[in-house]
């Protein structure tokens, strides 16, 4: 080791450990997290609280048809970006290669109703790779502004929510089939109002009879 240490210098010998070690922390993250875009999309990997929640959405109704004719504009502008572009280019990567292995992730993208524009946008369960991750959303980006949103499809709030499926499998890709819409429940501002207490005639004490409102007149009795 003294010998390496002679031969290369301390500080090129540490310096050689520390890129070393970076490159195996990204090993299972891919290429994409060497550049700015890992800074960019980290927050909505590793924070991301969905919009969606169990409960706090209502049935879509007349909302399905519209609903699937906005899905497929939003695919039309996606697939050539993650199936054509990205899953294309992985075809000539060997078949061991991290990106090769069945990759899944969810996404939840959340629209402005006017401009089709990103609101959220966010990872609500990974694929256990983040370079994968990374490239879903920022297909979606790239595929945004979607356009106007039918009304019928608008939240209360007047976003637009739907969770999307990216698949590494060319098949599914970015399939509508993978394609979930929600409508939210308006939010309830106000705060709930405790009913009025119920007012009772206040009891009589004991020894206090002169207090008490007077007898009304009695009545002759028949005979």
Avoid at 133 to 152: C, E, Q, Y
Avoid at 179 to 204: E, Q, T
Wanted: proline share 9%; net charge positive; charged share 20%.
């Amino acid at each position: 080791m003294a010998g390496v240490q002679a031969a290369v210098g301390n500080e090129k010998l540490r310096a050689e450990r520390a890129s070393d070690g970076a490159s195996r922390k990204s090993a299972h993250r891919g290429s994409w997290e060497t550049t700015d875009k890992w800074k960019k999309w980290r927050a909505a990997i590793e924070n991301y609280d969905p919009s969606v929640k169990p409960g706090n959405q209502t049935s879509l109704n007349a909302a399905r048809v519209p609903f699937a004719t906005y899905i497929n504009m939003i695919h039309n502008r996606l697939h050539p970006i993650f199936a054509e572009e990205f899953l294309a280019s992985l075809e000539s990567l060997p078949s061991g290669h991290a990106f090769n292995q069945n990759r899944v992730t969810h996404l939840e993208i959340v629209l402005n109703k006017d401009s089709g524009s990103i609101v959220r946008l966010g990872v609500t369960k990974p694929s256990g790779m983040t370079a994968f991750d990374m490239v879903a959303l920022n297909s979606v980006h790239r595929a945004s502004p979607f356009g106007k949103a039918p009304d019928a499809i608008v939240s209360p709030d007047g976003n637009v929510y739907l969770h999307w499926e990216f698949h590494r499998d060319p098949y599914d890709a970015c399939s509508t089939r993978n394609a979930r819409p929600f409508l939210l429940k308006a939010a309830s501002d106000a705060a709930p109002v405790a009913p009025a207490p119920v007012r009772r005639a206040p009891r009589p004490v004991p020894g206090d009879e002169k207090t008490l409102a007077p007898p009304g007149p009695l009545l002759p009795l028949r005979r």
